[in-house]
């Protein structure tokens, strides 16, 4: 296997030169972050990337997570390795200086957040979902209940957890049957959660878990449904921990990859019910959940972004080891690493160039999260946040889509050795598995978008987003490189197959739903392809901006490259999805139920 590096200059020109970490220290909270400061942070966290979480990927995914009467213990090392992750200050890293956290922008925490799965994604499931917890308390829980537990699952001390799927309850909440019974000045909660992501472990003292339940006299539907706070111990009066709460995990599931992150089975009120405290309005608990929904789609879709960076790693390194034949047309002389050959280039740069355009998108998305959190005039920030709603499900289904694809792609340059377990390519593309199946399925993202997100407003959001994208295209003049009007011309195909596409969607969806949801998840990869040939056009700009002082000439002419084999063979996909698109659900009902 090989070490995993974090790409420490890329994330600094994504954070610096594209997301405009510089623009941010204007905003309140932010005013002495620095681009120094940042880089700091990043070369860090890769160290505790690199050589702590790293070096325990393979470990886990042998041995796993271990289910026992006690609870689940954590694979073996992961409990040392979250002890330090917690005590420098690394789960407190964009957390709410009110409760302890460092306040750090979220573009700052992307690229964390894109080191601690890029590393060991395992491992870096349990942070994720604690950060969502604390985002869904935060926004709605009582000031007793944020006292009482935000500072704790800031710093780490505590994790969280979200419990929404239930056996007979999947992606339809409606169908969520858990009990909350009331009992003065708290409730008692009955019933089983499926699928709960590190629902139980050893490496802290609580596990905090936010559970979907109904109140006896619910409406049926999604509008019956509250959200409680459910600790695996109860909370003193004075922050001390109480006695076991009546939550328990009943097993663990076997899974395809991801085999450090226990899966759990989580049975509340077995001995007289769990203790739970609503949090928020009753009855309005899907909506207080999507906050922290949205949190964690966020990251998963960073989540994507960071195991293909691993396999392309991987792929790369083998790719420059790997004696195997003569350079195309040459009968004699000495064989030559696997680099050399045609395809092999096509498969790394097609690697190298995806996962480029995710990481500036993703990045510049977190960007666009601070503002919209942060700034002080109300019509930026709605406008910020509009853009947001719009892009979150691109994100997270496009990038984690791309994830598996490239884990694959790295399993394929490996060749036979690739199928092997001890090269470590088998697990990327095992463990990129479950991204598109986390927080709603790639179908779900999809009707989403279509659905309610690109509707907003008449299509506004879209309409600005494509303006913003012409007028980086405009800037795409020949001036001194070649590269710049291939990387123009593609482009405008991708931004007027966006165009067209979102019309005929908006066209579409209100006549014939069926047809616009058919079309749903090629529609959101065609706008994840736009948008990272966007990213890319605006990253080879910035490049040039940097050649023209001489700054970093390798780089800079590798980025403008590859921005240009971005636009040539990746960004045409668009084009070809436009067709697919428009076709709607044409023949996806042309066979009967039975004819399946």
């Known amino acids: 296997m090989t070490t995993y590096l974090a790409p420490v200059r890329d994330m600094k020109f994504v954070i610096n030169d594209l997301a405009d970490l510089q623009s941010l220290v204007s905003l309140p909270g932010y005013e002495e972050v620095t681009p120094d400061l940042a880089g700091a942070v990043l070369e860090e966290g890769a160290k505790l990337a690199c050589e702590v979480l790293g070096p325990l ?49 979220g573009l700052v925490s992307a690229a964390a957040v894109e080191m601690w799965n890029s590393a060991n994604m395992s491992f870096a499931l349990c942070p994720l979902l604690s950060a969502g917890a604390t985002e869904a308390i935060k926004a709605h829980a009582s000031d007793e209940l944020k006292a009482r537990y935000l500072p704790q699952l800031i710093s780490g001390e505590w994790t969280g957890t979200m419990n929404l799927t239930e056996p007979n309850a999947g992606s339809d909440l409606s169908a969520v049957r858990t009990r909350a019974v009331p009992d003065g000045a708290h409730y008692r909660i009955f019933g089983q959660k499926i699928f709960i992501t590190w629902g139980d472990h050893d490496m802290t003292d609580n596990v905090v878990h936010l559970v979907l339940a109904r109140l006896p006299d619910a409406p049926e539907g999604t509008r019956g449904i509250s959200l409680f706070l459910v600790p695996k111990f109860l909370v003193n009066a004075d922050g001390s921990l109480g006695q076991r709460n009546d939550v328990h995990c009943t097993s663990i599931e076997h899974k395809l990859g991801i085999h450090a992150s226990p899966t759990c089975v989580m049975t509340f009120g077995d001995k007289g019910g769990a203790i739970g405290y ?135 340059v490996y060749g036979g050795m690739g199928y092997i377990e001890e090269t470590g390519a088998c697990q990327y593309l095992r463990d990129s598995r479950i991204s598109p199946i986390y927080e709603g399925t790639t179908g779900i993202q999809a009707a989403d978008l279509v659905g309610r997100k690109l509707t907003m407003d008449k299509g506004q959001p879209m309409i600005a987003l494509i303006a913003e994208m012409r007028n980086v295209e405009s800037q795409l003049d020949a001036g001194d490189n070649a590269d710049f009007p291939a990387i123009r011309a593609q482009l405008a195909s991708g931004i007027q197959a966006l165009e067209q596409a979102s019309e005929w969607v908006l066209r579409t969806i209100g006549k014939d739903p069926d047809a616009a949801l058919a079309a749903s998840v090629n529609y959101m990869m065609l706008a994840g392809y736009v948008c990272g040939g966007w990213q890319m056009a605006r990253a080879a700009l910035a490049a040039r901006t940097k050649l023209r002082a001489g700054e970093d000439e390798e780089f800079c002419r590798a980025k403008i490259a590859t921005a240009r084999f971005y636009a040539e063979q990746i960004l045409p996909k668009a084009s070809a999805l436009l067709t697919i698109v428009k076709s709607g659900a044409s023949t996806a009902f042309a066979l009967g139920e039975e004819q399946f």
Not at 282 to 294: K, P, Q, R, S
Not at 355 to 367: D, H, I, P, Q, T
């Open 278 to 412: 609503l949090v928020g309005e009753e009855n309005h608990g899907l909506a207080h959940m999507f906050t922290m929904m949205n949190e964690a789609r966020q990251k998963v879709g960073i989540q994507g972004l960071a195991i293909a960076e691993r396999a392309y790693q991987a792929a790369r390194d083998y790719a420059k080891e790997r004696v195997q034949g003569r350079p195309a047309g040459s009968k004699t002389g000495d064989r030559v690493t696997i680099i050399h050959h045609p395809d092999v280039r096509r498969m790394l740069l097609t690697m190298k160039a995806q996962v480029e355009a995710m990481r500036a998108f993703g990045y510049s998305l977190a960007a666009d999260i601070d503002v919209a959190h942060r700034h002080p005039d109300e019509a930026e920030r709605r406008r910020r946040e509009a853009r947001v709603d719009l892009l979150t499900p691109v994100l997270k289904g496009w990038c984690t889509e791309l994830g598996v694809e490239i884990a694959s792609l790295g399993v394929q």
């Open 57 to 105: 990927n393979k470990l886990g995914d042998q041995r796993g997570a271990t289910w026992t009467q006690d609870g689940v213990r954590a694979a073996e090392g992961f409990g040392a390795a979250y002890r330090q992750f917690m005590e420098n200050g690394w789960n407190a890293l964009s957390g709410d200086p009110e409760y302890g956290g460092q306040g750090l922008p």
